[in-house]
């Protein structure tokens, strides 16, 4: 079973339009959450980092939130762009050092 | 300044054969990674080092693969014997330490095996 799960697998946006993407986790202990973005064939690029104390975090047009007692995070685009279309995953890192724990990504598509 | 870099960017081999990969760290990175990415899926740990010595190597999936970094820069994963399971794009990243520090990405290298 995964230890980190997200959804949709897939989402179709019109641009400037916003959206909302989830992320369910049983890793645990863990250190910090984080959200990547990956476009087709280049490696993830970091968006945000949180700690488990933190609730949310911004960046730019991205924002994260984190609640550890139901263990879910969710990654909300504002005015999507079309350079927005890419992979988003989120990623879990524990205690161990600086190893980290991606989903499967969500395959986010902004059409004009 | 350059980022992480790796080479080859596509990698063909025929079943059975040996293949290394390179990964450049971001200079002054002290800690570099592994991971393994297979199509519509998230990477997957491989290795970490910190400094020259591999920090964790849980992920190696078996004695095929192997990874060294005997300067604490350049990295060269290695695989033996190589299988068409192991066909994916393998990525690198670094940091200035282990922990909580961004890791940042190569592009990756995509190894297919015929």
Same mark, same amino acid.
Do not use: M
């Given at each position: 079973k995964n230890q980190v799960e997200q959804s949709p697998q897939s989402l179709i946006i019109l641009e400037g339009k916003n959206c909302t993407l989830q992320c369910n986790y049983t890793v645990s202990p863990f250190s910090n959450l984080r959200w990547y973005k990956q476009d087709t064939g280049r490696g993830p690029v970091s968006l945000t980092i949180m700690t488990f104390s933190e609730n949310t975090k911004s960046n730019g047009r991205y924002t994260a939130t984190l609640d550890a007692d139901t263990k879910q995070s969710s990654l909300h685009i504002t005015a999507s762009q079309l350079s927005d279309s890419a992979s988003y995953i989120c990623v879990l890192g524990g205690n161990q050092g600086g190893k980290l724990i991606f989903g499967q990504g969500t395959e986010l598509s902004v059409k004009p | 300044g350059a980022g992480v870099s790796q080479t080859p960017s596509n990698k063909v081999t025929e079943k059975g054969k040996y293949v290394e990969l390179r990964c450049d760290p971001i200079?002054?990175? #002290?800690?570099?990674?592994? !991971?393994?990415?297979?199509?519509?899926?998230?990477?997957?740990?491989?290795? !970490? %080092?910190?400094?020259?010595?591999?920090?964790?190597?849980?992920?190696?999936?078996?004695?095929?693969?192997?990874? $060294?970094?005997?300067?604490?820069? $350049?990295?060269?994963?290695?695989?033996?014997? +190589?299988?068409?399971?192991?066909?994916?794009?393998? /990525?690198?990243?670094?940091?200035?330490?282990?922990? !909580?520090?961004?890791?940042? %990405?190569?592009?990756? #290298?995509?190894? +297919? $095996? /015929?």
């Open positions: - | 200079s002054g990175h #002290t800690a570099l990674y592994w !991971y393994r990415q297979s199509l519509g899926q998230g990477p997957e740990f491989l290795i !970490y %080092f910190q400094g020259t010595g591999a920090a964790d190597d849980s992920g190696l999936p078996n004695d095929r693969f192997f990874a $060294v970094r005997p300067e604490g820069s $350049v990295s060269t994963l290695k695989i033996q014997r +190589t299988e068409r399971g192991d066909s994916a794009v393998y /990525l690198c990243a670094s940091s200035q330490a282990g922990g !909580y520090n961004e890791q940042f %990405f190569g592009p990756g #290298t995509r190894l +297919t $095996v /015929l």
